[in-house]
């Protein structure tokens, strides 16, 4: 059961560098989420995509661009890091029926941007 | 406005005994759902339990539950029985809508079980 995958883990950039997080979920969710968690914030949308081919801004989308790919796969891109964007990244994604309605996680990755 | 509001940064709590995590949460909708997620040392967000808000009855997961007072507006997380395993950070986190599509999260409780 991988559930929700995102890679990489850990990644250091240099100011200005751009890469992306990639996600993946095999539960065949419609919706899937990117937050940052920053200490003492909680967890803050960036982007969300509610289907296939849909994408949408949350509370903090500056600096960010995203890709719904297909069902599975949503991308967050970074086109130019700043020292502001270090925070640990998750990925989620939730189905229309979902047991309890629940929002699923990916394990985060940790970004630091020098 | 503060959506979601946790207001004890840090708890202590004896192994065994029961502790409640406090969780106060702002909405003009009709229909929400809020959650408890729990955040170990490791990184990753579990869940835990789900109250919509038009459930008549509190919310129960085995240890977990939660005391729904919809009145004051309030979603505390009960952890009875507290274990070693159980020290975190956990977050109150709220849907607006039943099936919307944004969930807002507190800032979060560390919870740390003594010995």
């Known amino acids: 059961n991988a559930g929700v995958t995102q890679t990489p883990k850990f990644q250091v950039l240099k100011t200005g560098q751009s890469m992306t997080l990639q996600c993946a979920q095999d539960?065949?969710?419609?919706?899937m989420y990117w937050y940052r968690q920053d200490p003492g914030m909680g967890l803050r949308l960036i982007y969300y995509s509610a289907s296939e081919g849909t994408t949408d801004k949350g509370e903090v989308p500056n600096g960010y661009n995203v890709s719904r790919l297909n069902k599975r796969e949503f991308s967050l891109r970074l086109e130019s890091a700043a020292p502001s964007q270090t925070s640990v990244y998750f990925c989620a994604s939730k189905g229309l029926l979902s047991s309890g309605n629940t929002i699923y996680f990916g394990e985060g990755s940790w970004l630091t941007v020098v | 406005a503060q959506k979601i509001t946790q207001t004890q940064p840090g708890m202590f709590v004896q192994e065994k005994e029961a502790v409640t995590l406090d969780c106060t949460y702002d909405?003009?909708?009709?229909?929400?759902?809020l959650f408890w997620y729990k955040q170990p040392s490791s990184g990753e967000m579990i869940f835990l339990i789900y109250q919509g808000s038009y459930d008549e009855q509190n919310a129960t997961e085995g240890r977990y539950s939660l005391n729904f007072q919809k009145a004051r507006k309030s979603a505390n997380l009960v952890i009875s029985a507290s274990q070693l395993g159980d020290s975190a950070m956990y977050f109150c986190?709220?849907?607006?809508?039943?099936?919307?599509?944004?969930?807002?999260f507190g800032a979060g409780t560390i919870l740390r079980v003594k010995s």
């Open positions: 909405t003009s909708d009709q229909s929400y759902g």
């Open positions: 539960m065949n969710h419609n919706s």
């Open positions: 986190a709220m849907r607006e809508g039943l099936h919307g599509n944004k969930l807002v």
